[in-house]
């Protein structure tokens, strides 16, 4: 039995019109079209922004092996690729579309000649103005650059091979109001962003691709700061088998921002910031799909993007045979892991959580004294209750336990004094200043020169001196219990310096 059945083919200007509302941003539209390049075996890739008002342009040249007529031809009609085709392993693509569906995001004409090796230039265009206004099927291509236009093309002539994308009557980046400031500001933002993306296969002394940006090459930006001497902590690399290949993680705690300067700090926030930045990076033939978040997981609830575990980064490795049981989109921008890898994911995620947490809430600290010994004596004890957590001074410390030590029968005074503290501390004022602040409240001795009155080197000075001269203790065993005490495990030096500076004068008498 035959069933009936309807042509029913897609109007070219309302499908085309379609297809530019994917969201893509500049950065990610670039990236899509660079991957192309890079999949051609290319070493150098040249992006380049043409201010002109509105008849302002972007181009994008690279190297690459280059096409022949007919495989321009493919390349630049929708849908002529199946996703579901074995490709190379180095292949960035997947859907045959990303080409024409990123340049549409920008622009109303694409241009796109190639130079095969040996071969002569091929040059074909699409206009979405020319197919708007056609009463015909609209499907058409048109042959060579814009009238005008073909200057823009010619760079691709001084290449033995390879391929230029032209973006002409960019509607959707130059709009009313629009300036040369902003479009400088465009090409600051793309900067930031193709640096993250390609960064794996920018970096090293022999990168795989050089990629300029108006005539400026692009650094990598390494958002696992590999290398850096105060990072905290990286994991080795877990492997895990899947059915559509295998995966690799290596997790990451960054340093905090004590341990930064100012221009490390702001570089390693990357292109949205801090908290923003955490979580997962997820990566295909070294180049970033995902940039940050959970990718969902979480214990009873998905995690959100918080403050405590912006020092977490993970990078996750999948192959290109695993986009679709990671579901990656026509613009590879997201991914779901799946069920079979969840487990495994959030094992590996929540010990990086807890440990990035730890160096937030120490700023960095890594609760070690001189010499490696572990810190004992920490100003601060968490009770852990049935109704929450609650924080008291530990009497145990040096400096507090010298106190009520010296004042004998007033240690009854000192105790209360203690526990008004305990009591008044401004709890909430500390969480809502963090929130406001994106970063831990500083400590007293933080910004404060050593040699300050109130600065470190006095508190010290003042609890060595008192451990050796009214309590007896040997200058041994006094650097180590200070070695040992919170926060002077961050001042090793300054320690071992003690014995000497116990020779200056202390309130105008000598030691």
Not at 86 to 93: I, K, M, Y
Not at 338 to 365: C, H, I, M, N, Q
């Amino acid at each position: 039995m035959n069933e009936r059945t309807r042509y029913a083919p897609p109007r070219a200007d309302a499908m085309l019109e379609a297809l530019r509302g994917l969201g893509y941003s500049t950065a990610s539209a670039l990236a899509d079209v660079i991957d192309n390049g890079v999949s051609a075996g290319a070493t150098e890739v040249h992006v380049a922004f043409d201010w002109d008002g509105e008849r302002s342009r972007i181009s994008i040249l690279d190297n690459g092996r280059g096409m022949t007529d007919a495989e321009l031809e493919v390349a630049m009609t929708l849908g002529a690729k199946n996703p579901l085709d074995d490709r190379a392993a180095n292949d960035l693509g997947r859907f045959g579309m990303g080409l024409k569906t990123a340049s549409f995001s920008q622009c109303r004409s694409l241009t796109v000649a190639s130079r095969p090796k040996s071969g002569s230039v091929s040059c074909l265009r699409w206009d979405l103005d020319a197919i708007a206004a056609s009463r015909d099927v609209g499907w058409r291509i048109f042959e060579g650059a814009a009238r005008g236009s073909e200057a823009f093309v010619e760079p691709l002539n001084a290449l033995h091979s390879g391929t230029i994308v032209l973006w002409e009557k960019l509607d959707r980046i130059v709009t009313l109001g629009y300036t040369l400031n902003h479009f400088a500001d465009l090409v600051d933002d793309v900067e930031l962003r193709l640096a993250m993306v390609f960064h794996r296969l920018l970096e090293g002394k022999n990168p795989v691709i050089r990629l300029f940006l108006n005539g400026k090459i692009v650094s990598p930006w390494d958002p696992f700061m590999t290398g850096h001497p105060s990072k905290p902590w990286q994991s080795p690399v877990a492997k895990i088998v899947t059915a559509s290949g295998l995966v690799e993680a290596q997790c990451h705690v960054l340093p905090h921002k004590d341990r930064l300067s100012d221009d490390e700090f702001r570089r390693a926030g990357g292109a949205e910031g801090w908290t923003s930045q955490q979580g997962f990076y997820v990566y295909r033939s070294h180049r970033l799909l995902l940039a940050g978040g959970w990718l969902g997981i979480g214990q009873g609830r998905a995690w959100n993007r918080e403050e405590p575990h912006r020092l977490a980064r993970i990078m996750l490795d999948i192959p290109n045979t695993a986009d679709s049981d990671w579901k990656i989109d026509v613009k590879k921008s997201t991914a779901r892991p799946p069920v079979s890898v969840r487990p495994w994911l959030t094992k590996l995620a929540e010990d990086t959580r807890e440990r990035a947490r730890r160096v937030f809430a120490f700023r960095g600290s890594p609760m070690l004294g001189l010499g490696g010994l572990k810190v004992e004596h920490q100003a601060w004890r968490v009770d852990r209750l049935k109704d929450g957590v609650r924080y008291r001074i530990d009497e145990r410390h040096p400096a507090v336990a010298a106190v009520i030590e010296a004042v004998g029968g007033n240690a009854g005074l000192v105790r209360a004094m203690l526990r008004v503290v305990e009591e008044t501390v401004p709890v909430q004022r500390i969480w809502l200043d963090t929130a406001e602040n994106k970063d831990t409240p500083m400590t007293g001795f933080s910004g404060v020169p050593e040699t300050a009155p109130d600065g470190v080197r006095t508190v010290l000075l003042t609890l060595f001196r008192d451990m050796v001269g009214r309590r007896g203790m040997s200058v041994e065993m006094a650097l180590t219990s200070l070695s040992m005490t919170e926060p002077f495990q961050n001042y090793p030096n300054l320690v071992a310096s003690l014995p000497s500076l116990a020779t200056i004068p202390a309130e105008g008498k000598a030691s």
